[in-house]
């Protein structure tokens, strides 16, 4: 019973919970700034996501991030680097939109990259340094949160933090912060961007670039500081996609112009020149584009003076009194309509929402585990075990059977708990234990996790047992009140165990 009660003991203390006060995480704006990758680059990158290609799409963010140009307030270009990404030496957990083949629409997704150094601690040989989804943090106190987007986009990051217990060190809880970044696109161009990478360029380190070729991917980085190097870390992101293209804003309008000429030229020539006015406002305040309309205030404010000076104009004041009479209600509504279709253009329509929750988990590298062993013994030596029969004899009781062991694991390498497959510093791992059954004893050992929770072990357990007293025989009666002492048999043992 002593040594059940050992074992549960270990057991709870492996889920003891605790709670504690919340705290608030410090999230601060690093900058924002531009990249100009080749046409269709970015789209072609964020695609690897869903193929498995986890190692192009690592080097496809670095080669991305190499020459950023970043912006101040008022979209200007600034000199100052104001952070040199640095995938050698940071955690970066990067946001983006990406297209699975199989599905019906995008989705907002999260990547992780880190380190080189901490590639041994992730995966087996043939680490990519990069993790899709929730992954795991080796307790580190700080990441930068990358956002990459073509288009205009606003952002909003809520990061919160769960402390987590040291499983031989129970600790406590918990925090949050939001941060809203706001839109991150700008009117900026590829050539401008090219231009202000050549400029900064080395004379003779100048390639020969066509920015016609080029497209604009902005970015914004912002640093994450976890005051709890053991926690569970949820980042959750909204982001609201932008504005339509330009070129189907124009498209819009023309299609409306020829609508109106086509159907109510002749019934309300106020409606067409309502129609003309609108569509040159908007040819005016766009561009024949892809990229999304920046500034839709100015679009809709020349689209409504365009209006308000076709109704002050002769021939819109005299149109609702010409014959025929029964007309007039027809010119009105054709007259509301025209309006009503062209502030809508302009208005446009509502953004895009879409959110995305990820978990990391951050947690100290490890050396230490716990487990429940249970194999077979083999090989017994030392002292020979006895015990009296019913009939008061003493008789042989030699070991064999099934051995129970509460095992300490030892990692010769530390290790990060909690990755997508353990990593061979996980996998490897000595033991020493307490040996509960068939007698009360002490174990080492070493051991392999085949996959996380299973490991297989072999070890060598020395366990006390009764032996014969001195002037005492196997077979008979015992004439002395204690017919055994204590004595040490030794057994080697094989089997699985179960590790926390």
Do not use: W
Request: charged share 25%; net charge neutral.
């Amino acid at each position: 019973m002593k040594s059940r009660g050992i074992i549960i003991s270990l057991i709870l203390l492996l889920n003891v919970t605790t709670v504690a006060a919340q705290k608030l995480a410090l999230v601060t704006r690093v900058g924002r700034g531009t990249v100009a990758p080749k046409k269709d680059a970015f789209a072609a990158l964020t695609a690897t996501y869903f193929t498995g290609d986890s190692k192009g799409l690592r080097e496809g963010l670095v080669d991305l991030l190499k020459d950023p140009v970043y912006l101040d307030a008022n979209e200007k270009f600034i000199d100052e680097i104001v952070h040199k990404f640095d995938f050698d030496r940071n955690f970066y957990s990067f946001i983006f939109v990406a297209k699975d083949p199989t599905a019906k629409d995008p989705q907002l997704v999260r990547v992780l990259t880190y380190p080189k150094s901490f590639a041994a601690y992730y995966r087996d040989a043939g680490a990519t340094e990069i993790e899709l989804g929730n992954a795991s943090l080796p307790g580190v106190q700080q990441i930068y949160d990358v956002f990459l987007y073509t288009g205009k986009a606003s952002i909003g990051i809520t990061y919160t933090y769960t402390e987590t217990e040291n499983p031989l060190n129970a600790q406590m809880i918990a925090a949050a912060k939001l941060v809203n970044f706001g839109e991150i696109a700008s009117a900026i161009s590829s050539q401008d961007v090219v231009a202000k990478q050549l400029e900064r360029a080395a004379p003779g380190a100048r390639p020969e670039v066509d920015p016609a070729d080029k497209e604009v991917v902005y970015f914004t980085i912002s640093s994450v500081s976890i005051p709890a190097t053991r926690a569970t870390v949820t980042a959750k992101s909204t982001v609201d996609f932008g504005d339509t293209p330009q070129k189907k804003i124009r498209t819009a309008s023309i299609d409306a112009l020829a609508d109106v000429e086509l159907r109510h030229r002749v019934i309300s020539p106020c409606a067409l020149a309502i129609a003309e006015a609108s569509n040159k406002a908007v040819r005016d305040n766009t561009a024949e584009s892809d990229d999304p309309l920046i500034k839709r205030d100015d679009l809709k404010a020349a689209v409504r003076k365009a209006i308000n000076e076709v109704q002050g104009n002769t021939t819109c004041q005299d149109e609702p009194q010409k014959p025929p009479v029964e007309a007039v209600a027809l010119r009105a509504d054709t007259i509301r309509a025209t309006i009503d279709r062209f502030l809508a253009i302009a208005d446009g329509g509502e953004s895009k929402r879409m959110e995305n929750n990820t978990v990391y988990t951050n947690s100290p590298l490890n050396r230490f585990s716990l487990g429940l062993v249970a194999g077979g013994i083999f090989n017994p030596s030392g002292d020979d075990r006895v015990k009296l029969s019913d009939e008061g004899k003493v008789v042989a009781d030699p070991l064999s059977g099934a051995i129970s062991v509460a095992a300490l694991y030892i990692h010769p390498m530390p290790y990060l708990s909690g990755t997508a497959r353990p990593s061979q510093a996980e996998r490897v791992r000595f033991m020493v234990g307490y040996v509960a059954t068939p007698e009360p004893g002490l174990a080492v050992g070493v051991a392999y996790q085949l996959f996380r929770g299973l490991t297989m072990n072999v070890g060598y357990a020395g366990m006390l047992v009764d032996r014969l007293a001195k002037d005492v025989e196997v077979g008979t009666t015992p004439a002395v009140e204690r017919p055994f002492e204590r004595g040490v048999a030794r057994a080697l043992f094989a089997g699985f165990g179960y590790s926390f």
